[in-house]
């Protein structure tokens, strides 16, 4: 019932910066969490940050505080991720998610429903 669209995605030297798009369509509920995660070549697949669509309460993995920033446009049911002071360790794809089930934001990926296909972010020195 809901299907997500990552855009955004590219080639930057560290140090810049990108923003990436996941365009929501379909049914949510009130409750949903919207989550962005990344995956790098040999690694698994981790939690980046993530919101509740409502607003008002957010989540950062420690190696992203203060580069990062999640955000959305509901009017537009577009969430975004700001992405500044790029490091060749945030080379990977990256995955919107979304959570029907859960008030709060949970960091297990078996918690999130419905994934976008993933869209390439590559940082060079």
């Known amino acids: 019932q809901v299907q997500l669209v990552e855009s955004g995605g590219g080639s930057v030297q560290a140090g810049g910066s990108l923003r990436l798009s996941c365009a929501l369509s379909?049914?949510?509920?009130?409750?949903?969490?919207m989550a962005w995660f990344r995956q790098a070549p040999g690694r698994e697949r981790e939690l980046v940050a993530a919101?509740?669509?409502?607003?008002?309460?957010?989540h950062y993995a420690d190696s992203v505080k203060g580069r990062f920033t999640i955000s959305r446009d509901n009017a537009k049911d577009t969430g975004y991720l700001q992405m500044s002071s790029l490091k060749p360790e945030d080379t990977a794809v990256y995955y919107c998610?979304?959570?029907?089930?859960?008030?709060?934001?949970?960091?297990?990926?078996?918690?999130?429903?419905?994934w976008g296909r993933g869209t390439q972010v590559t940082v060079s020195s």
């Open positions: 379909g049914r949510t509920f009130g409750g949903v969490i």
């Open positions: 919101q509740r669509w409502t607003g008002g309460y957010e």
């Open positions: 998610a979304v959570d029907l089930s859960s008030f709060y934001i949970n960091l297990s990926i078996t918690s999130y429903e419905y």
